[in-house]
């Protein structure tokens, strides 16, 4: 049995501790509220903020761990390298945990180190270099703090008059006291889609069937599997997640986006942990879930292959104002529809756009995935949430 310290404790980390509970592992879970959905099924709990280094050292000192496994993105990363000098593992290395919270430092990793396809970018740490990089790549472009998560401080510039405004959403969306900004030339792409690909320390590398998404305010709101892609396509985009993968070392899930247009693959960008529109996987899609799969390689058993078993999809289920002690309407409709489940994630207060609850749909592998994809739309907008 091993001590698993999750730091990060949301409904991805909840399925994670549910997935290491069953493979007998012990699991503290931590997050900066209490009674977060992970720390409803884990072992222990701990509230800090983890960007607070020394919160951070204190809980590692107190529980010797012996994995480390980060499940949300706003962490003090940089003492991750101390934690394994200690001899603890850190999932999937601190190496990919501080290369994927920083955007200059993955898009450099892959665009400059490996000659991955990307977006053309330039990097921005003041207004003056963002207009200066935005006529460099030209407009319409995507900006982005260097570091932030689920989508916070991204905006679209269409107009020179947009430039000040994504500065300054970009600064109000950040993490930390992080400043800089990359601004990437907008692809003209079909369709966006999620590989998630498994690391094994003594295994090859192995690819689940791609997962297609759609995003509103950085984050996803629907996905469906599998997505269709060309086979070449899927060939090189598989290519290109092993080599970023390879060089970011470690055993586990990651998360590769990709856009796919005319013009061939294209890498987006990378999470080293179980990816939201993986929850489709929890339709029984596959032989194992992502959680499962996760689990599995950073425990070092062997996962002989990954078999798409049916068709699924997935929609949120959104809260729309702040408020404690939520309560969901409509789960008897819900429920009552063929081939379907519900997932309620147990969060203790909602605001407005926060995912609450996931609607899960599936069918055989040889049925309309866009059909499948409508239906569980359809059972999430039945599902409403109400709090005090």
């Known amino acids: 049995m091993k001590k698993i310290l999750l730091l990060g404790s949301g409904e991805l980390g909840k399925e994670l ?13 931590v997050d900066s509220y209490n009674d977060a959905p992970a720390q409803q099924v884990a072992d222990e709990r701990e509230v800090i903020n983890m960007l607070d280094g020394d919160a951070l050292d204190a809980i590692v000192a107190k529980h010797q761990p012996d ?3 980060p499940e949300i993105e706003a962490i003090r990363t940089e003492r991750f390298y101390d934690y394994e000098q200690q001899g603890i593992t850190v999932v999937p290395s601190a190496k990919a945990a501080n290369y994927t919270m920083n955007r200059k430092a993955i898009r450099d990793l892959a665009a400059k180190e490996l000659g991955l396809k ?12 963002l207009t200066a990089a935005v006529n460099i790549i030209g407009i319409p472009c995507v900006v982005k703090p260097l570091m932030s998560s689920s989508g916070k401080g991204q905006s679209v510039i269409k107009t020179t008059e947009d430039i000040e405004r994504a500065w300054n959403y970009a600064q109000s969306g950040k993490r930390g006291d992080y400043t800089e900004v990359i601004a990437e030339a907008f692809v003209k792409f079909n369709s966006e889609i999620t590989l998630l690909t ?16 759609r995003q509103e305010r950085g984050d996803y709101q629907e996905s469906w599997q599998p997505a269709y892609i060309k086979p070449a396509d899927l060939q090189e985009a598989e290519r290109m997640a092993e ?35 993986g929850m489709v996987t929890l339709a029984g899609t596959q032989n194992f879930s992502e959680f499962e799969l996760h ?5 070092e ?10 068709v699924g999809a997935s929609a949120v289920v959104l809260a729309d104002k702040d408020g404690t002690h939520p309560t969901y309407l409509g789960l008897e409709n819900a429920m009552n529809q063929p081939k379907s489940d519900v997932r309620i994630f147990g969060k203790p207060t909602t605001r407005p756009y926060r995912r609450m609850a996931v609607a899960l749909t599936y069918d055989n592998v040889s049925a309309d995935v866009n059909a499948v994809k409508e239906r569980a739309i359809a059972i999430a907008k039945m599902i409403t949430v109400e709090s005090k």
């Open 118 to 129: 990307t977006a053309k970018y330039e990097y921005a740490n003041s207004l003056e270099e």
């Open 301 to 310: 058993l062997p996962i002989y292959e990954i078999i798409l078993e049916r």
């Open 243 to 277: 080599a970023v993968t390879t060089a970011l070392t470690g055993a586990g899930i990651f998360g590769v986006e990709f856009f796919l247009t005319d013009d061939g693959v294209y890498f987006s960008e990378l999470s080293p942990r179980p990816h939201d529109t």
């Open 17 to 29: 501790v549910i997935a290491l509970k069953r493979l007998g592992q012990y699991v503290i879970a």
């Open 67 to 69: 994995l480390i496994v």
């Open 198 to 213: 498994v690391t094994q320390k003594n295994g090859p590398t192995l690819f689940c069937p791609p997962i297609g998404h």
């Open 295 to 299: 689990a599995r390689a950073i425990l």
